[in-house]
């Protein structure tokens, strides 16, 4: 691992340890991990609960959870959703490289100027935006 490579996850660090905690809860209720392109990848448990986190997260069919990043965690219903929004969600995470902690403000920042301009706080989201342009 480079320097450069290095630095990207201790400025990202803060973030995924905020991830960490909705993951190791995921694996308690049955969800696998993997590990693609330096992403940890968590998916597959047998619960609803993790629904409730809504942050970043890609959404279909009125707001269902299919997946949310978190620095370097990525949690999904399941690894086949995981390997469809792979471009999506691996974007994601180079923002919270790019952004480190401050990502979560920035992210809430856009969200509100969005609404606030009366368009939609998620998919006019420029994070999304630029997420939905990398797939
Ligand atoms: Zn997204």
Do not use: K
């Not at 940890?40 to 269902?64: C, I, K, M, P």
């Not at 920035?106 to 420029?126: E, M, V």
């Amino acid at each position: 691992m480079m320097l450069s490579d290095c630095l990207r996850y201790l400025w990202a660090a803060p973030a995924t340890v905020v991830g960490l905690a909705p993951a190791a809860l995921a694996c308690a209720f049955g969800a696998t991990v993997r590990v693609t392109d330096g992403v940890l990848e968590v998916a597959g448990a047998r619960s609803d609960r993790l629904r409730r986190f809504g942050r970043s997260s890609r959404r279909r069919g009125g707001g269902r959870f299919v997946a949310i990043t978190f620095g370097h965690v990525v949690i999904g219903q399941s690894h086949a959703v995981l390997d469809e929004l792979r471009a999506h969600e691996h974007e994601h995470v180079r923002q919270y490289e790019r952004w480190g902690v401050l990502f979560f403000a920035a992210y809430l920042g856009s969200s509100a100027a969005q609404w606030w301009c009366g368009r939609d706080p998620y998919r006019d989201n420029r994070f999304e935006r630029q997420a939905r342009a990398a797939e």
